[in-house]
């Protein structure tokens, strides 16, 4: 098996667990900032309204779409042009119940005025009306917050209370600076986006048992080492296979989002963010918070350092 770092490395990992603490509590700090003020950028999944994909003949630009539908009657446009290319966009209208079954003929009457009738096809459109977003909204919460608290039950069931306190911990730490990150670069959230962050989820979770089931493991091996040096052993021991998994992923997902296309980026970059974090949390956040609840309630005859 491929070995990033070498057998019987001892980094003291622990040693930074106050100095972690602090970095995640200034940034989470910084996120809840962040979020009140600006809030997420909900797309048409969320906030209800139409998406029309249209393809032109002729190249042109975000600004000539603009100025042809400047006077269609639809306020609030949104323009977005696809993966680079200057002849394919998605215009959003936030609308209505009531204008949801004529945008579509109005974006195109618009266009058609503008650049030609035949120069214009319409390749996808999606309507979502505000009651509906309204009950995607808050059914993409749900699933968000109920992944994050049976991966915690599942892990407290399979280990101990303070095991399953830490990977809670560790992955509402993941969710929350990953939608911090999408609110600062002002990506979309749509349903693509909760399937990545529950996809972020199941990763940091994964990677938090593995090193769970070693500190148990080597707290089984030997009764005399503190936990301080069981929890350091164990992250030192999974540190390649982290590494490994980490790396893979993360160059899997830096070619989706570099060779994705604008369609893809929010979904590519909340992979991208949400493993870097759930790799650092997995072992600054769950493992340390394990070690800080043996402190504060130790078990018989294991010393904490």
């Known amino acids: 098996m491929i070995e990033l770092i070498p057998q019987g490395t001892s980094f003291d990992f622990i040693k930074y667990r106050n100095i972690a603490a602090a970095v995640s509590g200034v940034l989470i700090l910084i996120g809840i900032g962040i979020v009140a003020l600006r809030g997420p950028n909900l797309g048409i999944d969320f906030a209800g309204g139409s998406m029309v994909h249209?393809?032109?003949?002729?190249?042109?630009?975000?600004?000539?779409?603009?100025?042809?539908?400047?006077n269609s009657d639809l306020a609030g446009v949104d323009i977005q042009e696809l993966g680079g290319d200057d002849n394919e966009f998605l215009i959003r209208v936030p609308l209505t119940e009531e204008?949801?079954?004529?945008?579509?003929?109005?974006?195109?009457?618009?266009?058609?005025?503008?650049?030609?009738?035949?120069?214009?096809?319409?390749?996808?459109?999606?309507?979502?009306?505000?009651?509906?977003?309204?009950?995607?909204?808050?059914?993409?919460?749900?699933?968000?917050?109920?992944?994050?608290?049976?991966?915690?039950?599942?892990i407290w069931a399979r280990f101990e209370w303070r095991f399953g306190l830490g990977a809670a911990a560790a992955l509402v730490h993941d969710v929350f600076l990953t939608i911090a990150a999408l609110v600062v670069f002002n990506y979309e959230f749509d349903l693509s986006i909760v399937a990545a962050l529950l996809s972020v989820v199941g990763f940091s979770v994964n990677d938090t048992v593995v090193i769970s089931d070693r500190i148990r493991e080597n707290?089984?091996?030997?009764?005399?080492?503190?936990?301080r040096e069981i929890v350091n052993r164990s992250v030192n021991e999974t540190l390649s296979r982290t590494l490994?998994?980490?790396?893979?992923?993360?160059?899997?997902?830096?070619?989706?989002?570099?060779?994705?296309?604008?369609?893809?980026?929010?979904?590519?970059?909340?992979?991208l963010a949400g493993f870097i974090v759930g790799t650092y949390s997995s072992i600054y956040i769950a493992s340390s918070l394990v070690l800080y609840f043996e402190e504060r309630y130790p078990s018989a005859g294991r010393k904490t350092a």
């Open 219 to 227: 707290m089984r091996k030997d009764k005399r080492m503190s936990l």
């Open 99 to 154: 204008k949801r079954g004529v945008v579509t003929r109005r974006v195109t009457t618009a266009l058609s005025s503008k650049f030609g009738e035949g120069d214009v096809d319409v390749l996808r459109v999606e309507s979502v009306g505000p009651r509906v977003g309204e009950a995607l909204r808050e059914r993409a919460v749900l699933a968000v917050a109920f992944a994050t608290l049976m991966m915690g039950i599942y």
């Open 54 to 70: 249209v393809r032109f003949a002729d190249d042109t630009t975000t600004e000539d779409v603009r100025a042809a539908l400047a």
């Open 244 to 271: 490994l998994t980490t790396g893979t992923s993360l160059f899997v997902v830096l070619a989706l989002y570099l060779l994705g296309g604008n369609v893809i980026h929010g979904f590519a970059f909340t992979l």
